[in-house]
């Protein structure tokens, strides 16, 4: 079946401009989960869904990012005024049960 | 989440066993331990995860000690593909968010 999508698979923006990250999660995955990884570097937790929901907001690094989950399927990621340090791999993830989470492919962000 | 500690890279060879160790000193009673291995420019994909003795499924094997305050990835007969890092993790079966550490890089050589 189908995994986790996500989209745009690269992400080239000017420093200042907004951008908007896209993750299709496995059908009938209720938890949905949003990580980043910087060049070289672990993963770094930013929020977690359950269903639309968003129970835990802690790991996101600034009011500048915020993300939203619509019909319990689709979420979106958005980065306002981006800044170089926010280049990185932004990884979605889903499940069932949370420690067996579903990676997609990620998104390349740079920031020029 | 208990904080793991495991080796920051390891080198093996075609066909050997490899063993990967993580520390986990204060784990908790309610505590599973979980890998993941992930390979360049691709997302974590979950290995194993296990609570104590032994749990093996056709990619590998995890033991688990009585005092459950480390942890062992067994990989047998390596191959070119298993070059990927691996990521010991360690949380209570219902934890949402995983903490995931350096992890260990593990190089297969021809």
């Known amino acids: 079946g189908a995994g986790v999508s996500q989209s745009p698979s690269n992400k080239v923006t000017e420093k200042g401009k907004d951008v908007e990250l896209r993750c299709d999660p496995i059908?009938?995955?209720?938890?949905l989960y949003w990580y980043r990884q910087s060049l070289g570097q672990g993963l770094e937790f930013l929020i977690y869904?359950?269903?639309?929901?968003?129970?835990?907001k802690s790991g996101l690094p600034s009011d500048r990012f915020s993300a939203e989950r619509t019909g319990g399927s689709v979420s979106t990621l958005t980065i306002q005024r981006t800044q170089q340090e926010d280049s990185a791999v932004y990884l979605c993830?889903?499940?069932?049960?949370?420690?067996?989470?579903?990676f997609g492919p990620g998104t390349r962000l740079t920031v020029t | 989440l208990a904080k793991t500690t495991q080796p920051i890279s390891m080198d093996s060879y075609e066909g050997q066993e490899v063993n990967i160790t993580c520390s986990h000193n204060?784990?908790?009673?309610?505590?599973?331990i979980t890998w993941y291995q992930q390979f360049p420019s691709q997302g974590p994909r979950f290995i194993i995860q296990?609570?104590?003795t032994k749990v093996t499924n056709e990619v590998a094997s995890l033991f688990i000690p009585a005092d459950r305050k480390s942890s062992t990835l067994s990989l047998p007969r390596v191959s070119l593909s298993d070059t990927a890092v691996y990521y010991c993790?360690?949380?209570?079966?219902?934890?949402?968010?995983?903490?995931f550490g350096a992890g260990t890089r593990l190089a297969v050589h021809p």
């Open positions: 993830a889903s499940s069932l049960f949370s420690y067996e989470q579903y």
């Open positions: 059908s009938g995955h209720t938890a």
């Open positions: 869904f359950q269903g639309n929901s968003a129970p835990d």
């Open positions: 204060n784990i908790a009673t309610n505590d599973y």
């Open positions: 296990g609570y104590k």
């Open positions: 993790l360690v949380g209570a079966g219902g934890y949402n968010k995983l903490i």
